[in-house]
């Protein structure tokens, strides 16, 4: 064995390997794991050029993985006032007046739909605080946003437009608009004409963003989406990314097969700690925005078409992918989408078991949970959106769905003990990246989900790490700690197994590690 660049020693090491369960002492060289022993094994492991880090009883865990976020797009996403502490439609107002003007325009972010009060989303309830400064302000869920008239009037939106997936321009009954954008082509519109970061300004936001995920622990993120390649390829020329990326473009409704075609060339296309590997799909929306496919309407008379126009289409499209050897994630909320997603993993046989997953799953009945395991559909599900729903069940994602559907909220726990691999997440900037709190509220779920048993401690850990993996179809190289194994190792201050909630929340990160690159060191 070649003489190790790193020695983790003095660690409570929990392995998640069956083969040796604990430890207290990880060799790494070459970014791979090369030992995992006790503390006399680590003279033998050093060199002259070994870094020894003393972790003085910390715990050592897998590397912590958050499987479904957006780090890349997010920084568009994530741009200017944090509405996140809006409560109502007065302290919009009052934060609205306040906010920065960024070239000309007030741009917002992380608006939560219940500080609406239950009245419809419209222009006309902030139009004074804005006088005549267009305004662009996304609400929490990432497929919804509240703009004003300068704003339309800036994208040149007058009226309804016509989209080739389920989005909208909700207009009023004269056809003029809102102020309301529904999903992502109609929000895209406004977006389109929204002043944007320089290169240089997104460069140095991604690596401040980046380093601040490694400081909570994450080593590695799922990100759904295609972000913005050329510009991590130049970061990651010059830098070591501290969080490990695994990208998975969107396939949207009206791709043909040239669009195929490209999705599949994209594949493989890599760099130092990132890689394109999957590519994304959305087989509905929000329940709050009214675009979540379900079963039955909503209380609005919503919520009963998918995001593709023809279903079947995704069908095809996700046959194609998977004949080339594509993994896929598709979003699926509703119930009806969730069943179109596993109907169709369904339709591709044997060789479909293990290779694709579903994101979300906010609502499914019984009759669904089982089948996850049947097929080989990993569940990946985003504990802390549970924190903006209401035990009462006064949320708008509660009462848009109604007493039976708002009670199967978030089976994290049902989908585990049938046999599903269920892997975590934030979903950033839809919630805060910090993966302490995807792990304590995967534990103790929030709202809506808060009646039902979350996860156990040790489950929710596997979540972020050898769930994790298997979802991203790394079980071979990712998720345990052992030899041969990525050297991506998170220290925490307390065993997140054993710890309550509360404190693994707050716990310190003593250390993280990254491919052998120690990216976050506590002071």
């Known amino acids: 064995m070649s003489a190790a660049d790193l020695v983790l020693a003095g660690a409570r090491v929990r392995t998640l390997d069956p083969a040796r369960p604990t430890a207290s002492a990880v060799a790494v060289h070459d970014g791979v794991i090369t030992a995992v022993g006790e503390a006399a094994d680590v ?17 050592l865990v897998p590397g912590l993985v958050d499987s479904h976020s957006h780090p890349v797009w997010g920084l568009d996403m994530a741009t200017g006032t944090d509405l996140s502490a ?14 920065e003007r960024t070239g000309g325009w ?3 972010h992380g608006l939560d739909h219940n500080a609406f009060e239950g009245r419809p989303v419209h222009h006309a309830l902030v139009a004074d605080v804005l006088g005549g400064t267009p305004a662009f302000l996304r609400l929490y869920d990432g497929h919804s946003a509240l703009v004003n008239e300068a704003a339309l009037a800036a994208a040149g939106v007058s009226g309804p437009r016509a989209f080739a997936q389920r989005a909208e321009v909700v207009c009023d ?44 622990g994450l080593t590695g993120a799922h990100v759904m989406d295609g972000g913005d390649l050329e510009l991590l390829e130049a970061v990651a020329r010059e830098t070591v990314l ?7 473009p969107w396939c949207m409704p009206g791709a043909d097969e040239d669009a195929l075609r490209e999705l599949i060339g994209l594949q493989g296309r890599s760099g130092r700690h990132w890689l394109v590997g999957g590519v994304k799909f959305f087989m509905d929306g929000t329940v709050e925005g009214g675009t979540a496919w379900l079963d039955h309407p909503d209380c609005h008379g919503q919520g009963t078409a998918a995001f593709w126009p023809d279903p079947h289409a995704y069908a095809d499209a996700v046959r194609t992918l998977h004949a080339a050897g594509v993994r896929t994630a598709t979003h699926a909320i509703g119930d009806a989408a969730v069943r179109h997603v596993l109907d169709t993993v369904a339709s591709l046989g044997p ?44 949320d708008e994602w509660s009462r848009r769905l109604g007493g039976d559907r708002a009670a199967r909220a ?39 989900a808060a009646h039902r048993p979350g996860l156990t401690p040790l489950q929710a850990l596997e979540g972020c790490t050898s769930h ?56």
Do not use: C, N
């Open 242 to 248: 501290p969080v490990r990326l695994r990208f998975a």
């Open 86 to 99: 809006v409560t109502d439609l007065a302290g919009l107002r009052a934060a609205l007046a306040r906010a």
């Open 43 to 59: 003279r033998d492991w050093r060199g002259p050029g070994t870094e020894v880090v003393d972790l003085h009883g910390a715990h």
């Open 351 to 394: 060789g479909g078991h293990g290779a694709h997953r579903i994101e979300h799953i906010e609502t499914a009945p019984d009759e669904l949970l089982p089948r996850f395991a049947e097929l080989g559909v990993a569940a990946s599900l985003q504990p802390p959106h549970t924190g903006y729903t209401r035990d009462d069940g006064s």
């Open 468 to 523: 994790a993996a298997a979802a991203a179809g790394e079980s071979a190289v990712a998720g345990r700690i052992a030899p041969g194994r990525r050297a991506d190792l998170t220290a925490l201050g307390v065993d997140p197994v054993l710890a309550p909630s509360d404190e693994l929340a707050d716990s310190p990160v003593p250390l993280t590690v990254t491919g052998g690159h120690v990216v976050h060191r506590a002071d």
């Open 173 to 216: 009954a004269s056809g003029r608009p809102t102020g309301h954008l529904v999903e992502h082509a109609a929000m895209d519109l406004v977006a389109d004409v929204v002043p944007r970061a320089s290169f240089a300004e997104r460069r140095a936001g991604l690596l401040e963003l980046l380093a601040a995920m490694a400081a909570t």
């Open 410 to 448: 978030w089976r994290l726990r049902d989908l585990r003990d049938a046999g599903a691999t269920v892997a975590l997440g934030s979903d950033w900037p839809i919630a805060h990246y910090d993966v302490r709190a995807v792990l304590a509220t995967a534990h103790l779920p929030k709202g809506a």
């Open 106 to 108: 007030v741009v917002g």
